[in-house]
């Protein structure tokens, strides 16, 4: 047996050794000469784009893709744009980065996928270069353009393209620049000459390294470590600097033995190899190995893993499933049936499983059927709907909408369907759905009165026309509201409701006297009730007017009693108020008008009307006008003991002294019967 | 803060600490300064979830409420927008963000939704060209917040409008998905009860949610042993009767929102020597009401004819305490009482803070105490005041409550009542005119379509006809209706469920009547029965009431099944749907309470309502333009 440190290598104080695990199955004529090449990490494909320059239509580029092992996984010819630059997703999707700013996707079989731009302005400018990268929001794109300008996006799978601020003296591309994630945040670190700055949302920030060498004269290379924790800058005097991205702590600065470097720098690299064995770290948003296999179709082996790994079943297993019956159903020979079949029995009831991805997935392949199918497995019905109306299953939507409870998803498929349908439809597939049509009329209550109206109308319902019609009087001035109110009659009559018919014609005649004495006495009384309206006619002294209203709309005798005896108190018109009194026997006996007149202060009135009230309340009257002697003879009178001592507690034991024994001896008696 | 929050049997400062967290993480999300422009329903409820403290701490400079126009001039990166998803509110915040582009330097915009996004209200900002000028549009699941250490409200004003009047089931969607996030947290409930409508539809979504979740099995040890789910509507009474306990008199009479009431303040002026003169201060008293002080906690749920007895009990204690003092002679004595004296303190402002509480709601009510007599009351008369406006004076609350009690218990429901008949002639206020008709009318199973006519007929020429509407809705919820058979089938009710006690005690309670001196609500004998010995035995009164009763479990997995020990008490959450008064929580406390109760009650609901508040949620009031 060998020496068995005999192929580690020193590296500083740490060492290394390579093995060599396989060979590439590649046979590259060229090399990598003239290739846009970009690898995926954790042993993911590569692609390549031979001459990415060739322009014409008889000599294009070749786009290749290799599984880590240089097994061909693609190759075709590229007959897009210019490309700039190629990078992979988080999930092995290829983005290709052209010229023009548009960046078109593919799978890792070559498979076109969609495409976006990064803007007009990146349009115009043109791409002078780019940079894929990822953090914890998901793949980012970050562009530099002929206008010395960034474009950056944080994550292409909730696109949200963010300008940069300008970087002060900076023409062309800057020598050397890097992306990374602060704060949550993506930012621009870019160096020109010199300087350095760091480009956020808002602000550009000139930022000096501590411990940067003032020999430097320019910064010409930069890199960040894979775990965007560390930082390395490497400047035109030969020296690198390496330390935290926040570029507050210095970890070391050293000239490097070699000359300046034409490509990338291999020391550089080199140096992060280390630091990465030290830290160790791996940023937690890459995806799990099982997934990386499910993105190469390597389903059975992704299942053992998980099952090894003992993955809870949610988010394993049913993942890898998923993922498999995406695949299958675009499986284009297999009939609907049995690719339903065959995913049901399979996925069963395994835990998590969103049959919608899977039905999402067989509509976009163009198989509608299949994706009902499909959807029926799905227990959700807040995922269903969305994906039932694309493919234009809406009366199903609606009914899956409802079972939902989620009101707001039936609101969705509602408005949904008044775009689609004309409104005779729209409105007979309502009336068959009551859930959905009181939330209609809910929301025409506040957005579309005459719609509402509609509704009434088509449902025949009366009643609520009526009520739809009063309430829309109080939007209108004196004419108009009383035509409405008749409306109102109309449809109250219809729905056989009397009562409201009646009431609501009492509003009118009010309405219209209100309008007369208006033109006749100047006294604006519009909109008062009936009540106010014949309580300010007699505090106006408009007696007979108040007395016709009394009549006319038969106001009940204690009612009208009490209100006049209210209204001449408050206008203190006690010889009025005399009058009434006097002028026929009061329904509601005199007690009231005892007491009217006491919370006016007026004693003296008040007397006049003790004689009146009737023995019962006797009592009371006398203590409302201080009159304790009377009050105490109407109590022994009476004989009752509850009475017989409120007047006592009415007492004071020094000044009536005689009285308060009065009371003791009747209380007794009474206490004895 | 919150402690009060963990003091109960269910900690529920594990719901307010997951909310506190969502709600850092979002303001989190909106890197750098912000303002946050706020619908202003929403400040009270969130005021229960964080200070502003907590959003300080996050970068929150400024807050504004939302209106027209634009967002007012601040020095801030961000503009948050905390909402309910209402249309009427994305057309404000269309406006906002408009004149906000327009500006050099625009703010970057959020949207919070509380408690859920909703399609519809993204579609119109979609509509409104807005859409895409959010960076954040997310959600705050906010469905139950905790009020109290056994209390959990959702704070939804207008849920039984909604729910029984416009037929509009939104809240119950967030009823249900609230359910799930409790159980997410406190395990899956595994047995629910309910009776009505709304709770078999409520019970119906969170079975459907549960087989959503299919697969990812709740591993929490359960916390309740029971849900219970109630429609109001399958007691419209409770809520129209005065409620007799110290909170629920505070409610009825001053109101209290969030947790706070604002009070008259000439009782709580500082009294000092020397400043006789002072002016009398004119800002209401605003007053915190939760179980963290001591005192409320202790009073809160008595009856009010107890409280006095209570207050005076507590100041012996206390200025026993204080006296203490002169006992203390070595050093380590007084070290001990100068360690003391600041929650001695707290307790003497707190005693002198109810004892002015009391003292007002005494002014109002006095007259119901047991040893006043119903025609009198020499502070009636000492206070005289004028019957007006809002103002309830002793007699009149006397006279009220006598009425209602009639009612209750029967007694001529089925004439015109005279007490009504007289505060529509003197115009008392309208609410309260609606409350006694309506307790007539359920107390009556509806009213002959005679007396029913000539209550509208005097309600509408009083207070004007466009009252026609509101009665209307009173009659579609089922609070007012004409009499369709000749069987009443309250007295049944009333037997079978003991809803009126001749012999309340409210001094000392043996039972939930003593909330109402007299009356027990029927929601809460409800759940009493149900606890113990169980609905089985009120079949024939169930089926009075309105809407299905019913049962389902919950599948525990293997493992989590509770051994009960000899003697633990279960515990169930009462779900009022459509809303709960405090006197309804006063008597649910006191079944908790009972020795031998054997179980224990966490009470949640769509929100806490008095009879006001609950009847003006259900009037319209088409507003008049200037004829």
């Given at each position: 047996?060998?020496?068995?440190?005999?192929?580690?290598?020193?590296?500083?104080?740490?060492?290394?050794?390579?093995?060599?695990?396989?060979?590439?199955?590649?046979?590259?004529?060229?090399?990598?000469?003239?290739?846009?090449?970009?690898?995926?990490?954790?042993?993911?494909?590569?692609?390549?784009?031979?001459?990415?320059?060739?322009?014409?239509?008889?000599?294009?580029?070749?786009?290749?893709?290799?599984?880590?092992?240089?097994?061909?996984?693609?190759?075709?010819?590229?007959?897009?744009?210019?490309?700039?630059?190629?990078?992979?997703?988080?999930?092995?999707?290829?983005?290709?980065?052209?010229?023009?700013?548009?960046?078109?996707?593919?799978?890792?079989?070559?498979?076109?996928?969609?495409?976006?731009?990064?803007?007009?302005?990146?349009?115009?400018?043109?791409?002078?270069?780019?940079?894929?990268?990822?953090?914890?929001?998901?793949?980012?794109?970050?562009?530099?353009?002929?206008?010395?300008?960034?474009?950056?996006?944080?994550?292409?799978?909730?696109?949200?393209?963010?300008?940069?601020?300008?970087?002060?003296?900076?023409?062309?591309?800057?020598?050397?620049?890097?992306?990374?994630?602060?704060?949550?945040?993506?930012?621009?670190?870019?160096?020109?000459?010199?300087?350095?700055?760091?480009?956020?949302?808002?602000?550009?920030?000139?930022?000096?390294?501590?411990?940067?060498?003032?020999?430097?004269?320019?910064?010409?290379?930069?890199?960040?470590?894979?775990?965007?924790?560390?930082?390395?800058?490497?400047?035109?005097?030969?020296?690198?600097?390496?330390?935290?991205?926040?570029?507050?702590?210095?970890?070391?600065?050293?000239?490097?033995?070699?000359?300046?470097?034409?490509?990338?720098?291999?020391?550089?690299?080199?140096?992060?190899?280390?630091?990465?064995?030290?830290?160790?770290?791996?940023?937690?948003?890459?995806?799990?190995?099982?997934?990386?296999?499910?993105?190469?179709?390597?389903?059975?082996?992704?299942?053992?893993?998980?099952?090894?790994?003992?993955t809870p079943e949610y988010q394993g297993v049913s993942r890898v499933l998923k993922h498999w019956a995406c695949c299958k159903v675009q499986q284009k020979e297999e009939a609907d049936e049995n690719i339903a079949r065959a995913i049901s029995l399979k996925l069963g009831e395994a835990a998590g499983i969103s049959y919608s991805e899977i039905a999402t997935k067989a509509y976009e392949c163009g198989r509608t059927e299949l994706a009902i199918k499909l959807l029926e497995f799905e227990p959700r019905s807040g995922e269903q709907v969305p994906l039932l109306l694309k493919i234009k299953r809406s009366q199903l939507a609606l009914s899956k909408a409802i079972e939902s409870g989620d009101t707001d998803l039936v609101y969705t498929v509602v408005t949904y369907l008044k775009n689609e349908m004309n409104r005779g439809d729209f409105f007979m597939t309502l009336r068959n759905q009551p859930v959905a049509l009181s939330l209609y009329r809910q929301f025409c209550k506040h957005q579309e009165q005459d719609t509402l109206k509609d509704l009434f109308n088509q449902d025949d319902d009366h009643q609520e026309l009526g009520n739809f019609y009063v309430k829309a009087s109080y939007q209108e001035k004196l004419e108009a509201r009383i035509g409405l109110l008749q409306s109102a009659v109309d449809e109250y009559n219809k729905a056989k409701n009397e009562f409201a018919a009646k009431l609501t014609e009492e509003e009118m005649r009010l309405l219209r006297f209100q309008r007369r004495l208006e033109e006749e006495k100047g006294e604006c009384l519009l909109g008062f009730s009936l009540h106010d309206t014949i309580s300010t006619l007699l505090s106006l002294g408009l007696h007979k007017h108040a007395e016709q209203l009394y009549k006319e709309f038969r106001v009940p005798d204690k009612r009208y009693w009490w209100l006049k005896l209210t209204a001449l108190a408050e206008k203190e018109d006690w010889e009025e108020l005399e009058k009434f009194a006097k002028s026929k026997k009061s329904p509601i006996g005199y007690l009231p008008f005892v007491e009217v007149c006491v919370k006016r202060q007026n004693k003296y009135e008040a007397k006049k009307y003790v004689s009146k009230v009737t023995l019962d309340q006797k009592v009371k009257a006398h203590l409302s006008v201080g009159d304790l002697e009377g009050a105490a003879d109407a109590a022994i009178e009476r004989r009752n003991e509850g009475e017989i001592g409120a007047v006592l507690s009415r007492c004071s034991p020094a000044t009536d002294r005689a009285l308060v024994e009065r009371l003791n001896r009747a209380k007794a008696t009474a206490a004895k019967k | 803060m919150a402690a009060h929050l963990s003091y109960g049997r269910v900690n529920l400062n594990i719901l307010r600490e997951a909310a506190r967290k969502e709600l850092r993480e979002f303001l989190d999300k909106c890197a750098g300064s912000k303002a946050i422009v706020w619908d202003e329903y929403l400040t009270g409820p969130f005021g229960l979830i964080a200070q502003y403290s907590l959003l300080k701490e996050h970068e929150v400079e400024k807050m504004f409420t939302l209106k027209g126009g634009r967002v007012p001039p601040a020095d801030v990166k961000n503009i948050i927008f905390f909402v309910r998803p209402r249309l009427e509110l994305m057309d404000i915040i269309a406006e906002n963000v408009i004149?906000?582009?327009?500006?050099?330097?625009?703010?970057?915009?959020?949207?919070?939704?509380?408690?859920?996004?909703?399609?519809?209200?993204?579609?119109?900002?979609?509509?409104?060209?807005?859409?895409?000028?959010?960076?954040?549009?997310?959600?705050?699941?906010?469905?139950?917040?905790?009020?109290?250490?056994?209390?959990?409200?959702?704070?939804?004003?207008?849920?039984?409008?909604?729910?029984?009047?416009?037929?509009?089931?939104?809240?119950?969607?967030?009823?249900?998905?609230?359910?799930?996030?409790?159980?997410?947290?406190?395990?899956?409930?595994?047995?629910?009860?309910?009776?009505?409508?709304?709770?078999?539809?409520?019970?119906?979504?969170?079975?459907?949610?549960?087989?959503?979740?299919?697969?990812?099995?709740?591993?929490?040890?359960?916390?309740?042993?029971?849900?219970?789910?109630?429609?109001?509507?399958?007691?419209?009474?409770t809520p129209l009767a005065t409620q007799l306990t110290y909170e629920g008199l505070i409610d009825e009479i001053y109101g209290i929102t969030n947790g706070y009431v604002k009070l008259p303040p000439e009782k709580f002026a500082q009294k000092k020597p020397g400043e006789g003169g002072k002016d009398l201060p004119t800002e209401p008293k605003k007053l915190q009401l939760n179980s963290a002080e001591e005192l409320y906690a202790e009073i809160r749920d008595k009856n009010f004819?107890?409280?006095?007895?209570?207050?005076?009990?507590?100041?012996?204690?206390?200025?026993?305490?204080?006296?203490?003092?002169?006992?203390?002679?070595?050093?380590?004595?007084?070290?001990?009482?100068?360690?003391?004296?600041?929650?001695?303190?707290?307790?003497?402002?707190?005693?002198?803070?109810?004892?002015?509480?009391?003292?007002?709601?005494?002014?109002?009510?006095?007259?119901?105490?047991?040893?006043?007599?119903?025609?009198?009351?020499?502070?009636?008369?000492?206070?005289?005041?004028?019957?007006?406006?809002?103002?309830?004076?002793?007699?009149?609350?006397?006279?009220?409550?006598?009425?209602?009690?009639?009612?209750?218990?029967?007694?001529?429901?089925?004439?015109?009542?005279?007490?009504?008949?007289?505060?529509?002639?003197?115009?008392?206020?309208?609410?309260?005119?609606?409350?006694?008709?309506?307790?007539?009318?359920?107390?009556?199973?509806?009213?002959?379509?005679?007396?029913?006519?000539?209550?509208?007929?005097?309600?509408?020429?009083?207070?004007?006809?466009?009252?026609?509407?509101?009665?209307?809705?009173?009659?579609?919820?089922?609070?007012?209706?004409?009499?369709?058979?000749?069987?009443?089938?309250?007295?049944?009710?009333?037997?079978?469920?003991?809803?009126?006690?001749?012999?309340?005690?409210?001094?000392?309670?043996?039972?939930?009547?003593?909330?109402?001196?007299?009356?027990?609500?029927?929601?809460?004998?409800?759940?009493?029965?149900l606890a113990r010995p169980g609905w089985r035995s009120i079949e024939e009164v169930l089926k009075m009431l309105p809407g299905p009763h019913f049962e389902e479990r919950q599948q525990l997995p293997s493992g989590l099944h509770k051994k009960r020990q000899q003697g633990e008490n279960r515990t169930t959450l009462v779900f009022f749907l459509g809303g709960v008064t405090y006197a309804e929580i006063a008597a649910l406390r006191f079944l908790s309470q009972m020795e031998d109760g054997g179980t224990e009650y966490i009470i949640a609901t769509t929100k806490l309502i008095n009879g006001t508040s609950w009847v003006k949620s259900l009037m319209d009031r088409p507003e008049a333009q200037i004829l």
């Open positions: 047996m060998a020496f068995v440190t005999a192929n580690w290598n020193p590296l500083g104080d740490a060492f290394y050794r390579k093995v060599e695990l396989y060979e590439m199955g590649w046979s590259l004529k060229d090399g990598l000469r003239e290739c846009l090449v970009a690898a995926a990490p954790y042993g993911g494909p590569i692609a390549l784009l031979k001459e990415p320059q060739r322009r014409s239509p008889s000599a294009r580029p070749q786009l290749e893709i290799y599984s880590s092992s240089g097994v061909t996984m693609a190759s075709f010819v590229w007959k897009s744009g210019v490309v700039k630059q190629l990078g992979w997703t988080v999930c092995d999707d290829l983005l290709c980065i052209q010229e023009d700013g548009t960046i078109l996707i593919y799978d890792l079989f070559g498979n076109f996928k969609r495409h976006f731009s990064m803007g007009n302005e990146v349009g115009q400018s043109q791409v002078l270069e780019a940079k894929v990268f990822h953090s914890p929001y998901g793949t980012g794109v970050a562009i530099v353009t002929g206008a010395s300008r960034f474009t950056l996006a944080t994550n292409i799978d909730d696109l949200k393209l963010r300008r940069l601020p300008e970087v002060p003296g900076l023409q062309g591309a800057p020598p050397c620049w890097a992306v990374l994630t602060q704060d949550r945040q993506s930012k621009v670190l870019v160096a020109n000459g010199a300087d350095i700055f760091i480009l956020d949302n808002a602000v550009c920030t000139p930022v000096n390294p501590p411990g940067l060498s003032p020999q430097a004269t320019s910064i010409v290379h930069m890199c960040v470590s894979f775990s965007y924790k560390y930082l390395a800058l490497f400047t035109d005097s030969g020296h690198v600097w390496m330390g935290s991205t926040d570029l507050k702590v210095c970890l070391e600065f050293r000239r490097l033995m070699c000359r300046r470097p034409k490509s990338r720098e291999p020391s550089v690299v080199i140096m992060w190899d280390r630091h990465l064995l030290v830290v160790g770290l791996f940023p937690y948003y890459f995806l799990p190995l099982p997934l990386r296999l499910v993105y190469r179709k390597l389903y059975p082996l992704a299942i053992e893993i998980c099952r090894y790994l003992k | 004149s906000e582009e327009k500006l050099p330097a625009p703010r970057e915009a959020h949207i919070l939704f509380v408690p859920r996004r909703s399609l519809l209200c993204e579609q119109r900002l979609k509509e409104q060209g807005v859409l895409n000028s959010f960076t954040n549009i997310d959600e705050y699941i906010l469905d139950l917040i905790p009020y109290d250490g056994d209390l959990l409200s959702m704070e939804s004003e207008s849920a039984f409008r909604e729910c029984y009047l416009e037929n509009d089931q939104t809240s119950l969607f967030h009823t249900a998905k609230g359910l799930m996030t409790l159980q997410a947290l406190y395990g899956t409930i595994p047995q629910i009860f309910g009776k009505g409508e709304c709770a078999r539809h409520v019970a119906n979504m969170m079975l459907r949610m549960k087989r959503e979740f299919a697969g990812s099995q709740n591993q929490i040890l359960p916390v309740f042993d029971t849900l219970l789910l109630l429609d109001r509507n399958v007691d419209l009474l004819n107890a409280v006095g007895a209570a207050l005076s009990k507590k100041a012996k204690i206390i200025s026993a305490a204080f006296e203490e003092r002169h006992n203390a002679k070595t050093v380590g004595e007084i070290k001990n009482f100068v360690s003391q004296l600041p929650h001695m303190q707290a307790a003497r402002s707190s005693l002198a803070n109810h004892t002015s509480v009391a003292e007002l709601i005494k002014d109002i009510t006095s007259a119901f105490e047991p040893f006043s007599l119903p025609l009198f009351h020499t502070s009636s008369y000492k206070n005289f005041k004028p019957i007006s406006g809002d103002n309830l004076s002793s007699e009149s609350f006397f006279d009220n409550l006598t009425v209602e009690q009639e009612f209750m218990t029967g007694v001529d429901t089925d004439k015109i009542n005279t007490y009504i008949e007289d505060c529509i002639a003197q115009k008392d206020p309208l609410i309260k005119i609606l409350r006694l008709v309506c307790m007539q009318s359920v107390c009556n199973n509806g009213l002959k379509q005679k007396v029913l006519d000539y209550y509208k007929r005097e309600i509408l020429q009083t207070y004007g006809y466009e009252h026609i509407l509101t009665l209307n809705n009173l009659e579609k919820v089922g609070l007012l209706k004409p009499q369709t058979t000749t069987r009443n089938n309250y007295p049944t009710i009333r037997k079978t469920l003991k809803l009126w006690m001749e012999d309340a005690n409210e001094q000392n309670p043996n039972d939930i009547s003593y909330v109402y001196s007299g009356y027990a609500p029927l929601s809460v004998r409800l759940t009493q029965v």
